[in-house]
Nanobody, 117 residues
Framework: QVQLVESGGDLVQAGGSLRLSCAAS????????MGWYRQAPGKQRDMVAT???????NYADSVKGRFTISTGNAKNTIYLQMNNLKPDDTAVYYC???????????WGQGTQVTVSS
């Protein structure tokens, strides 16, 4: 089992920046991919960015050039640096992890990001 805890969500003006953090605990050695998804009211949950244990990253087209996903020194923490935020970035952001040990998806509780115009 893996537990994920996010932090860093806030209210920010358009053009501003935020950094989200996600700390994984439990069977972290089984994780081979982590990432961030987001869900706006009335919309589906969409991938924002992912990073593998090997360091390969993938971004949604809408955030390329503005958001950066990275891992911490302990490898059980990931970050999402969000720059030049837009009102369309307003959503609940969820941390995600995938374990190919038990083929399971894990989710955090979510953190709210609100961008005012």
């Amino acid at each position: 089992q893996v537990q994920l805890v996010e932090s860093g969500g806030d209210l920010v003006q358009a053009g501003g920046s935020l950094r989200l953090s996600c700390a994984a605990s439990g069977s972290v050695f089984t994780i081979n991919l982590m990432g961030w998804y987001r869900q706006a009211p009335g919309k589906q949950r969409d991938m924002v960015a992912t990073i593998t244990t090997g360091g390969s990253t993938n971004y949604a087209d809408s955030v390329k050039g503005r958001f950066t996903i990275s891992t911490g020194n302990a490898k059980n923490t990931i970050y999402l640096q969000m720059n030049n935020l837009k009102p369309d970035d307003t959503a609940v952001y969820y941390c995600y992890a995938y374990s190919d040990y038990d083929f399971s998806d894990y989710w955090g509780q979510g953190t709210q990001v609100t961008v005012s115009s």
